[in-house]
């Protein structure tokens, strides 16, 4: 999506799902932060690099998130039905897997951006 993330994440046995979220919120804000810096051909950089370090802390993302416990293979089904076909609902793409960025490539037989873990 443009603005939003939706995904199904689980942490191996002893971790927090919180501090993995955490953590993939630091990483890929400082991921984001330095592509700005090192983009020799972004002609906003100054505005984008004071919009999101402000105070010398980045702030990329919203605070918060939503977390909901997948707790039977329906829900699991249906959670993935509704991140599969959001950006159909909201105009972006005609079709689930012609958007780039989602895992229902995967389910359709392209190449997906990143490998995927099944709970099934």
């Not at 501090?19 to 002609?43: C, G, M, P």
């Not at 699991?76 to 012609?98: C, M, S």
């Not at 037989?109 to 490998?115: D, P, Q, S, T, V």
Request: glycine share 6%; hydrophobic share 35%; aromatic share 16%.
């Amino acid at each position: 999506m443009t603005n939003h993330l939706h995904m199904i994440a689980a942490c191996s046995e002893g971790h927090e799902l919180s501090d993995t979220l955490r953590d993939f919120k630091k990483y890929t804000a400082t991921k984001v932060v330095d592509a700005i810096e090192n983009n020799k051909y972004e002609s906003r950089k100054n505005w984008l690099l004071w919009l999101l370090k402000r105070d010398g802390d980045i702030t990329f993302w919203q605070p918060g998130n939503h977390p909901e416990l997948i707790h039977s293979r329906p829900f699991f089904q249906q959670k993935l039905k509704y991140i599969h076909e959001n950006p159909v609902r909201t105009g972006l793409w005609d079709r689930e897997e012609a958007y780039i960025y989602s895992s229902a490539r995967d389910f359709y037989g392209l190449k997906g951006l990143i490998g995927l873990s099944y709970f099934y």
